[in-house]
């Protein structure tokens, strides 16, 4: 999986930077004639169409946004299909939108077009539908009891590669790598340092570095530390590494140490990626220590008894996230009942919900239905 940031396929002006888009196109021509089945996942439209509608600076004006990404799509996909040609590889155009990964049969479906194409020498050219989905380009991280599951590119990078099991995940953009702290406090250039060349754990500690601290590290970095975490629970290897640099893929995939590369520590069966990363949560449930220690040491299911109260109106069979009552999410899941038909169910033993309820249910939330997030 190869995602490239907006700064390297762009000039400063937002025009394509065509040389080093060749490159790149030419390096992951050569990886598919050595077998190497490869997704990108390409930024890019929104400045494309910018400078072909005049736009002088990035709009604030949400259908400005999107008219710049409807215009500029088709300028980045006749770049890719003109370019990965010449190599006699074919492309294919995968625009894709939240509800594509919150709906569990939708979800299965993308993954079974993209292994296809994969299986036909395809490269699937991914991004988000930007010209009708806003959750990237306008929304926060929560509206109406939904959290959204995208955010930008880096995200949907990661989402792509755990839903396939994809073994590397390259993330291309105009820095060398997650830099730790300078120890005199910002008087070091970048360029008389090194970024880290491994990592084998995003601890508390790492993810501080992406805070601040040095030039190269802010305004992205945190969304790859956290893009990053989703595709290692896949059990792939991701790498942060500088688009700019000359045959950057190609010496990568040689061994030599560019960028940051992060290596997994657990991976995790499909379904339960899916409902802890692929799938959009439609409400929230708050549990009191008792529910959150049996869950989280216990590996016990949610019951009702540790269910202090429910938020939105969540559906059976929707994804919901399971927080403390300091608010803090542990886990997630997918609820038995629906909000409505849990509220007087709240509390009860599981002798009792049988009689109220008139269900088989005893449980909110099953033990196999559940994700831990810490």
């Known amino acids: 999986m190869v995602k490239i940031g907006t700064n390297v ?4 002006s937002g025009e394509m930077a065509l040389e080093r888009t060749h490159r790149l196109i030419e390096e992951m021509a050569q990886m598919r004639r050595r077998s190497i089945q490869v997704i990108v996942v390409s930024s890019g439209a929104i400045s494309m169409g910018m400078d072909r509608l005049d736009f002088k600076k990035r709009p604030t004006y949400l259908p400005d946004k999107q008219a710049c990404a409807a215009v500029g799509q088709i300028r980045l996909m ?3 299909e003109q370019e990965f040609q010449r190599f006699g590889i074919a492309t294919a155009q995968i625009l894709l939108t939240e509800d594509d990964f919150a709906n569990r049969v ?6 079974n077009t993209l292994g296809r194409l994969l299986d036909r020498g395809v490269i699937p050219i991914v991004n988000e539908n930007d010209s009708v989905s806003t959750s990237e380009i306008e929304t926060g991280p929560e509206e109406g009891g939904r959290r959204s599951i995208f955010g930008d590119n880096d995200r949907l990078s990661a989402l792509v590669t755990s839903k396939l099991g994809a073994d590397l995940l390259v993330l291309l953009s105009d820095v060398d790598g997650l830099y730790p702290p300078d120890p005199e406090a910002g008087t070091s250039p970048d360029s008389l340092r090194s970024p880290l060349s491994v990592v084998r754990e995003i601890t508390a500690e790492i993810e501080a570095m992406a805070e601040g601290g040095n030039t190269r590290g802010r305004g992205g970095m945190q969304s790859k530390l956290q893009s990053i975490k989703v595709a290692l629970e896949g059990g792939g290897v991701a790498i942060i590494a500088n688009g700019t640099t000359e045959r950057v893929l190609e010496r990568i995939l040689q061994g030599e140490t560019l960028g940051t590369i992060f290596l997994p520590k657990r991976r995790i069966a499909s379904r339960k990626r899916w ?3 692929a799938s959009a949560s439609s409400g929230k449930v708050v549990v009191n220590a008792g529910a959150r220690d049996a869950l989280m040491k216990r590996g016990a299911s949610l ?3 540790g269910v ?3 938020e939105s109106d969540f559906k059976r069979g929707d994804v919901v996230r399971i927080v403390d009552e300091a608010q803090v999410e542990f886990a997630r899941g997918i609820v038995n009942y629906s909000a409505r038909d ?5 509390g009860k033993r599981s002798a009792e919900i049988g009689e109220i309820s008139g269900k088989n249910y005893e ?4 033990r196999d239905n559940i994700v831990l997030r810490e």
């Open 275 to 277: 409902i802890a990363y």
């Open 9 to 12: 396929l762009t000039r400063g």
């Open 78 to 80: 006749s770049v890719y």
């Open 308 to 310: 202090v109260r429910v």
């Open 363 to 366: 449980e909110l939330v099953t």
């Open 342 to 346: 849990s509220l007087p169910l709240l």
């Open 106 to 111: 939708t979800y299965l479906n993308l993954r």
């Open 303 to 305: 019951l009702f008894a």
